[in-house]
Nanobody, 124 residues
Framework: QLQLVESGGDLVEPGGSLRLSCEAS????????IGWFRQAPGKEREGVSC????????HYADSVKGRFTISRDNAKNTVYLQMNSLKPEDTAVYYC?????????????????WGRGTQVTVSS
């Protein structure tokens, strides 16, 4: 059964860092595009970052450019989201999503497979 499990969410002070992990089971990530999305209370889910399957090209939302870095370790079947210089507005539940396609996108509707999310709270 195809499954995605996020981990690494926590409470962190503004300016701090976290690394989120998205581990896949039941399939190999090699041929899947992966996206990270987030949803804050009362807001719509938004795309944060994504990484393509074959080319490895990456995309970021303007709000996180220069602060977040997405990477994948196919040997570990895991995708990471390194988040630095965190701000209170980064507080949200973070989800990873997968789709067997080449180029990744920040459009949530393009992904069929989703994890359950991990909570990130940025507060002093």
């Amino acid at each position: 059964q195809l499954q995605l499990v996020e981990s690494g969410g926590d409470l962190v002070e503004p300016g701090g860092s976290l690394r989120l992990s998205c581990e896949a089971s039941g399939f190999t990530l090699d041929f899947y595009a992966i996206g990270w999305f987030r949803q804050a209370p009362g807001k719509e889910r938004e795309g944060v970052s994504c990484i393509s399957s074959m080319s490895g090209s990456t995309h970021y939302a303007d709000s996180v450019k220069g602060r977040f870095t997405i990477s994948r370790d196919n040997a570990k079947n895991t995708v990471y989201l390194q988040m630095n210089s965190l701000k209170p507005e980064d507080t949200a539940v973070y989800y990873c999503a997968a789709e067997p396609m080449g180029e990744a996108t920040l459009i949530a509707a393009a992904y069929d497979y989703w994890g359950r999310g991990t909570q990130v709270t940025v507060s002093s």
